[in-house]
C-alpha cells in the first residue's frame, strides 16, 4: 500500500513540474505539452495549429514517461487511462481554463478556448499504475517524420565575416 501511494505521488510531482510527458498510445511516443489537473495530465490537441494525438482514443490507455526537467531523463512512467473530454462540459471548462494559462504562442489567444470547442480534443490521462521496471535500453527513439525542415547549410561568406569579427576583437 505504501508503495502505491509513494508511486501516486512521484509520479503526480513529476509530472507537474515537466514541461513535456511522452505519451505512446496505439503507435509510436510522441512529446506533448500538458498540464497536470485534478488529479490527470490534460492535453490538447488534434487540429490545426496544436499537437497532433495519433492512437489515444476515448476509453483507451497509453504509456507515459515523464523526463526530469533538468537532466532530461526518465523519471517515471505510468500507464493511464484515456478520456476525451466533452466540449463546454464542467470537467471540459475546468481543464480549458488551466491548458489556456499555459499554451505560449497562440495566434488566436482571444478566441483559443472557441477553437479548441470546435476543431480540437481535449484528453484528460488518468494514472492506473506505475511502471517500475525500465528496459536496459535508453529508450530513444528515431525522430517521427514531420513536415519541418532543419537548418540550411551555412553560406561559404558566413565562415569569411565571423574570421574578420574575431581579428577586430584581438
Not at 24 to 29: K, L, V
Not at 82 to 92: F, G
Not at 116 to 131: D, F, G, H, M, N
Request: hydrophobic share 35%; charged share 30%; net charge neutral.
Amino acid at each position: 500500500m505504501t508503495d502505491m501511494l509513494l508511486g501516486r505521488a512521484l509520479v503526480e510531482e513529476a509530472t507537474k513540474k515537466s514541461g513535456l510527458i511522452w505519451v505512446r498510445g496505439e503507435g509510436p511516443a510522441r512529446a506533448l505539452w500538458h498540464v497536470w489537473h485534478d488529479g490527470g495530465a490534460y492535453i490538447v490537441g488534434d487540429c490545426p495549429g496544436e499537437q497532433p494525438l495519433p492512437g489515444l482514443v476515448d476509453g483507451g490507455t497509453a504509456e507515459v514517461t515523464v523526463r526530469s526537467k533538468d537532466k532530461g531523463g526518465r523519471l517515471v512512467a505510468w500507464t493511464a487511462a484515456v478520456s476525451e473530454l466533452e466540449p463546454h462540459s464542467e470537467a471540459w471548462e475546468s481543464a480549458v481554463a488551466e491548458l489556456k494559462g499555459k499554451r505560449l504562442n497562440a495566434p488566436d489567444a482571444e478566441q483559443m478556448t472557441e477553437r479548441w470547442a470546435r476543431e480540437c480534443r481535449v484528453l484528460r490521462l488518468e494514472p492506473k499504475s506505475v511502471i517500475t521496471e525500465f528496459p536496459d535500453d535508453s529508450g530513444a527513439a528515431r525522430p517521427l517524420p514531420t513536415p519541418a525542415t532543419t537548418r540550411e547549410p551555412a553560406p561559404p561568406s558566413l565562415h569569411r565575416l565571423l574570421l574578420k569579427r574575431k581579428k577586430r576583437h584581438d
